[in-house]
């Protein structure tokens, strides 16, 4: 298990499960939508990060996924960012989060670690925060040959870049 990522374009509502189920959609029949739609889930615990989007349905183009690594990987990944851009461990960042309001990169650090989405807002500013950090998390110390750290940078650098753009999202699962 681990952590996948999906970046999306041209994203809009369809219909939730509730109003699906309200209409007398059978759960079977739901399941079908899975199938046919882009499932959006916004983790209620970090729903500003979502920009306003809800829970349900929606059309979009897939642009763009990518592995973020195993859980404790993409941990890791998350501590490195958190010590280059606000010299402090995450938990530090998810136990004080009104004292890293408008610092980079916060609304990744203190986000979900398995599900959720980030909408367009977010992910432009989380765009800005990678394209400003780059030269640094270039020097970053490495652990060995293949740069983990660098190379998870610079996928979800592309993955907020494309979500910016045409009512973009990139999404946890």
Known sequence: MGLDISVYQKVNFVTSKDELLEAGVTETEIDSYYDRYVWIYVNPSFAKQADGLKTGF?????VNGFRAGSYSGYGYFREKLSRLALDVEPAQVWNNPDNFVDKPFVDLINFS???GVIGPETSARLFRDFERH????????K??????????????????ELASKDNGVVRFH
């Open 58 to 62: 929606y059309t979009g183009n897939y």
């Open 143 to 160: 652990e060995n040959e293949y740069d983990f750290f660098l190379n998870t940078y610079l996928s979800f650098m592309n993955a907020f």
């Open 134 to 141: 780059l030269e640094r998390a270039k020097t970053f110390p």
């Open 113 to 115: 670690d398995c599900e």
